[in-house]
């Protein structure tokens, strides 16, 4: 990762931020306190693309589990990892099912917390990239006309040319070109990259 990474560190506990952000600062981090999730929640639209939430569960006004609620419901893809007290496991738990990244016991090791920050981090631009291949694979289907993309469907279920021709109407050389002008605007050089790119479209369609 080329920028430094942002933590919105959050955490009521006064002294709780401030070892935890200046060891994170030390660590070359750029670390932002907040008592309270929802300041942290204002100061999220400008920052960087390596950016982490690392929250306390119980807080005043919005709770951790609060936050990861909001994170989802706004489609975030901020990486969140929370910091429970012992009898806070099972809402962690719960968390990362529905999105969170991680969840540390405290006491925690400090090493700890900056080895799951570049975790969460390093797989959110991971998820990043795939969404935007898949957004790109989308658009270009989406410059198939209507007969490109029934020569697709059929060609990426194993249809010959002669057998799209005689479902369509048309002439197999016809297919052949059709074929080979969805392959070039696809981006696949065979027709095992086709059928792969027309699973991924499948796996998202409507999303």
Avoid: W
């Amino acid at each position: 990762m080329s920028a430094a990474i942002q933590v919105h560190l959050i955490d009521d506990d006064e002294a709780v931020l401030e070892s935890l952000g200046d060891y994170l600062e030390s660590q070359g981090l750029l670390v932002e306190r907040h008592a309270r999730a929802d300041d942290a929640v204002a100061r999220l639209g400008g920052d960087p693309a390596e950016t982490c939430i690392v929250s306390d569960v119980r807080m005043p006004v919005m709770s951790g589990l609060d936050l990861q609620k909001l994170l989802a419901e706004q489609g975030s893809t901020v990486p969140l990892i929370l910091i429970t007290g012992q009898g806070d496991i099972e809402m962690a738990v719960c968390a990362v099912k529905s999105g969170a990244h991680d969840f540390l016991e405290k006491p925690f090791n400090e090493r700890r917390l900056l080895d799951a920050i570049r975790s969460a981090v390093e797989s959110a631009s991971v998820r990043k990239e795939h969404m935007l291949q898949i957004a790109a694979v989308q658009a270009r289907r989406a410059e198939l006309s209507e007969r490109q993309a029934q020569v697709m469907d059929l060609a990426v279920k194993g249809r010959t040319n002669k057998e799209i021709g005689l479902e369509l109407g048309i002439s197999p050389r016809t297919i052949e070109i059709y074929r080979a002008r969805v392959m070039e605007r696809m981006g696949a050089e065979t027709l095992a990259d086709l059928v792969r790119i027309a699973v991924l479209l499948e796996q998202h369609a409507g999303g």
